[in-house]
């Protein structure tokens, strides 16, 4: 600094700040510092900015828009943080207290067979939608079967979500090679009542004499899909009068719903059929994307990424929509 009064007169308060820090002892000489620290970090400019000093209003526009076209919004904030000389958006975002959910891991089913080895031991799920999902599990195992589950083996960043669902930990998928190899011995069938309505083919577990079950089951003709170990072809195979588990009536008393098919899936790589979703808590109309991103993600999370221009998108009964738009649209 310069030798000016001014000048002077900041060097001494910033030595004298510093000697605070440094020397404090005690519990309140420590909340104190905590304190101090933190004023420093959000709200003042500790590293000054790289970014050149701009010559005028339009150049401070083009800056924001080539941010804006890359998808950078909360680098918006940054640079206008920077030249304002104030601490920057991502600092004051330290402050936010963390989401109040996160990814718990529930122990997984084990199908039979070969399936067995692929299954991953733990499954993740969104920690206030385990209780519905332990419930439907349990209620599946009381035929004698099981619900194997797979999800990724680590929580999805936000970047790398597919949709609002996956955004949001409320989609899993039942394990798909515990199905469709040989339905007469499958954990999983992809099946249908014979003589019923076109399609509508659902997942359904299929009893283990292994396992002791405390509930009966209806004897039911049943068609079911497999794949064809040659070609990969989808093919229809008569299962006849057997006992099979509908997953969908468990999945919906505990949140959640499971999918139906109405043409079997083409390749190994369609998983469409697998999937299971939980609308618990998701009320038509009401609940927002905003809301419910925000439970998982952090708000500088959720601005910069690609649901930001989505965030007030409501719950439709089937799919997050622009608000005003046609349900299912």
């Given at each position: 600094?310069?030798?000016?009064?001014?000048?002077?007169?900041?060097?001494?308060?910033?030595?004298?700040l510093?000697?605070v820090?440094?020397?404090?002892?005690?519990?309140a000489?420590a909340?104190?510092?905590?304190?101090?620290?933190?004023?420093?970090a959000?709200?003042?400019?500790i590293i000054?900015?790289r970014m050149?000093?701009v010559l005028n209003?339009?150049?401070a526009?083009?800056?924001?828009?080539?941010?804006?076209?890359?998808g950078?919004?909360?680098a918006?904030?940054?640079v206008?943080s920077?030249a304002?000389?104030?601490?920057?958006?991502?600092a004051r975002?330290?402050?936010?207290?963390?989401?109040p959910?996160?990814?718990?891991?529930?122990a997984?089913?084990?199908?039979?067979?070969?399936?067995?080895?692929?299954?991953?031991?733990?499954?993740?799920v969104?920690a206030?939608?385990?209780a519905?999902?332990v419930?439907?599990?349990?209620?599946?195992?009381a035929?004698?079967?099981?619900?194997?589950l797979?999800?990724?083996?680590?929580?999805?960043?936000l970047?790398?979500?597919a949709?609002e669902?996956?955004a949001?930990?409320?989609?899993?998928?039942?394990?798909?090679?515990?199905?469709?190899?040989d339905?007469?011995?499958?954990?999983?069938?992809?099946?249908?009542p014979v003589?019923?309505?076109p399609g509508?083919?659902?997942?359904?577990?299929?009893?283990?004499?292994?396992?002791?079950a405390?509930?009966t089951?209806?004897d039911?003709?049943?068609?079911?899909?497999?794949?064809?170990?040659?070609?990969?072809?989808p093919?229809?195979?008569?299962?006849?009068?057997?006992k099979?588990?509908?997953?969908?009536?468990?999945?919906?008393?505990?949140g959640?719903?499971?999918?139906?098919?109405?043409a079997?899936p083409l390749?190994?790589?369609?998983?469409?059929?697998?999937?299971?979703?939980?609308?618990?808590?998701?009320l038509?109309?009401?609940?927002?994307?905003?809301?419910?991103l925000?439970?998982l993600?952090?708000?500088a999370?959720?601005g910069d990424?690609v649901f930001?221009?989505?965030l007030?998108w409501?719950?439709d009964?089937?799919a997050?929509?622009?608000p005003?738009?046609?349900?299912?649209?």
């Amino acid at each position: 600094m310069d030798d000016t009064p001014i000048g002077t007169a900041e060097d001494r308060a910033l030595d004298a700040l510093v000697s605070v820090i440094q020397s404090s002892a005690g519990p309140a000489a420590a909340e104190a510092q905590a304190l101090l620290l933190r004023r420093l970090a959000l709200d003042g400019d500790i590293i000054p900015t790289r970014m050149p000093a701009v010559l005028n209003v339009t150049e401070a526009a083009g800056y924001l828009n080539l941010l804006d076209t890359l998808g950078q919004r909360q680098a918006m904030l940054d640079v206008l943080s920077g030249a304002l000389g104030v601490a920057s958006a991502s600092a004051r975002s330290l402050s936010d207290a963390p989401p109040p959910l996160a990814m718990a891991p529930l122990a997984n089913d084990r199908p039979v067979g070969a399936a067995a080895s692929t299954a991953p031991s733990n499954v993740l799920v969104r920690a206030d939608l385990v209780a519905g999902l332990v419930a439907a599990r349990d209620a599946v195992r009381a035929y004698g079967a099981v619900l194997p589950l797979w999800s990724p083996p680590a929580p999805l960043p936000l970047a790398q979500a597919a949709d609002e669902l996956d955004a949001i930990g409320r989609r899993l998928r039942v394990l798909p090679t515990a199905a469709l190899a040989d339905p007469t011995t499958d954990s999983l069938v992809l099946a249908r009542p014979v003589g019923g309505l076109p399609g509508g083919y659902t997942v359904m577990a299929r009893p283990d004499p292994a396992i002791a079950a405390t509930a009966t089951l209806p004897d039911v003709e049943y068609e079911s899909v497999a794949r064809d170990a040659a070609t990969g072809a989808p093919v229809t195979v008569e299962l006849g009068v057997t006992k099979l588990v509908p997953l969908v009536p468990p999945l919906s008393a505990g949140g959640w719903r499971g999918a139906v098919t109405d043409a079997p899936p083409l390749t190994a790589s369609d998983l469409g059929w697998t999937q299971i979703v939980a609308v618990s808590g998701l009320l038509p109309g009401v609940t927002r994307l905003r809301d419910e991103l925000l439970l998982l993600h952090s708000t500088a999370e959720a601005g910069d990424s690609v649901f930001a221009a989505k965030l007030d998108w409501v719950w439709d009964g089937a799919a997050f929509t622009a608000p005003g738009s046609p349900a299912g649209s």
